[in-house]
């Protein structure tokens, strides 16, 4: 059996991980986010109720699964305690059963204050939580770490500081009062770190010593990696496979043996601004949007819909070295009578299979579609192979041809008992221990 398996966001998030790692953990010991923080919003149907995972990893609802937050993650206490309680709250018992990294840096309430005057000033849609400026300070050598919280003397002078930069910039350039005082931040964060405290470890060293199976989930999608996705309207991490070693505090090496797992929609979808070449603005977008529930489960902005594209799932086969794609949602297709997928996009006049790095190039290139015949039945839920419509094969080979990597299991729905592996290698590795 893998040992590792590294699921990946394949599109600009909403892929329907969270399910998908749900689903797995069943047969993994350990589930680790290593990037992004509670920007993400991992939804899963659990005893019939719908929750929504931000920062812990979404195996943690299993109870023989212990979950682990990396130091490649910005956390925000208060969301920390907040999912740690409403998890609690329905009867999922975590305790003993998360790590967080000594080494993961927090996002303060300044944070937020100058992602949303960020967001005044040229934004591109983000989901306010802090995310990029959390980044800027880690970068920038600013940041606070959890291990801070040990020493309050540190805290309270990188507190100092951090408050009175964030107040000249909001003062001075927005021109808006910044009234957070830094007593009251430091007893409110130092009382939710009392009550987790002993959770906080080494956890690359971990990660490092133990032989138990792990599964790397993702948080958003290859398209919105900070490096590989389309900068600038991406998000601050690497949310492709480039994450990993970094938000491990891993080697490659140690991911060598890992199988590497991307998700995608059946069709595209992206939250805040940025290119997306396949978008459908009309009619068939909103029928996209209503047919597939899509708002954001952060922000419940709509998601802006579009056509399958081919073009950025090679993107995301490649940076991320995929092994296999899981495709979700293929039932909102249900009632398409004909399907488009862009196989490649047209600039200028030239036909290009690759995904260009400027926002300037994407604006001005146009999808060349193939058109299939829609198969008209509902797929949802469907537990067998050979139920699968004629039709909808067709449209998972074409997927296949196209990005070259096998197809290796279909969500037909958002319950953990709704989808069907198409791929026997997989299957029999996964299933074996
Ligand atoms: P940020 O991560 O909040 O800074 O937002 C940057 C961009 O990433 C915005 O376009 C967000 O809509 C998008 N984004 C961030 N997290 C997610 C996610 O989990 N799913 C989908 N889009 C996301």
Redesign the pocket.
Known sequence: MERKLVILGSQ???EGKGKIVDLLSENYDMVIRYQ?GS???HTVIYNNRKVILHLLPTGILHPHVTGVITQGMVVDLEVLDQELENLRSIGVDWEGRVFISDRAHLVMPYHKVL?RLFEKRGG??????G??PAYMFKFGRKGVRISDLEDEDRLRDLLEENFSFVRDISERVFGESFDFSVDETMEKILTIYEKYRPMVKDVSKILWETDRSMIFEG???TM?DVDMGTYP????SNSSALGLANGTGLSPKFFSDAYFLGVAKAYTT?????PFPTELKGEEGSRLRDLGGEY?S??GRPRRCGWLDLVVLRHAVRVNHLDGLIITKLDVLDSFEEIKVCVAYELEGERIDHFPASPSLLDRVRPVYITLKGWLRNTKGIKDVKDLPGEARDYINLIEEFTGVPVVMLSTGPRREEYVWLKEMLRSGLRSS
Not at 124 to 129: A, Q, S, V
Not at 270 to 274: D, L, N, T
Request: no cysteine; charged share 15%; proline share 0%.
């Open positions: 600009w998030g909403d992004g920007n993400a919003g992602d591109i849609g983000t989901t306010l939580r995310i990029g948080a958003q999608g919105l309207f991406v998000t601050s992206r939250v805040g601004e940025g954001g952060t922000t």
